[in-house]
């Protein structure tokens, strides 16, 4: 499986779809990290996306016949965390990657808070900002 950030052409923009989450990490009380893969020219990609918990919850919502259960696995995991980061795993049998049909997501690149070396381009993070989600709508 490939990086996202190492099949961008620019640092500008742009649209995945064919979204599976495979895991949730709580960073800490205001902040998550999603681990996700998408088909990118053809190939599977892996990312990280971070989000806040009220985006979360909106990436939870629309994540069909799974989303009920995947709202109270993270209020669960919320109410019983006594350690930062908490993991939620979905890659395994009992518990398959979360699809999210028919949406769509606008990312942006995020890049190291360190200066680079003066021998270093500054590369983005394999982490990722969401800039907005978009459902398919089937006439």
Known sequence: MKRLVDA????????????QITAIVFDNTDDV?????????EDLHFF?????FPTLDLLLRL????????????AEALATV??????LEYTT????????DGV???LSCTYPADEPEEDEDSMPHNIFY??????RLEP
């Open 82 to 87: 006594t350690e930062w980061p908490c993991l």
């Open 130 to 135: 969401l800039e907005g989600v978009f459902m």
């Open 48 to 52: 990280h996306l971070g989000l806040q």
């Open 63 to 74: 994540a069909g016949s799974r989303a009920e259960t995947l709202q109270e696995d993270v």
């Open 93 to 100: 049998e009992e518990k398959p990657p979360v699809p999210l």
């Open 8 to 19: 961008l052409v620019d640092d500008t923009d742009f649209f995945v779809e064919q979204i």
């Open 33 to 41: 990290t999603v681990w996700a893969t998408t088909l990118f020219d």
């Open 104 to 106: 769509a997501m606008k």
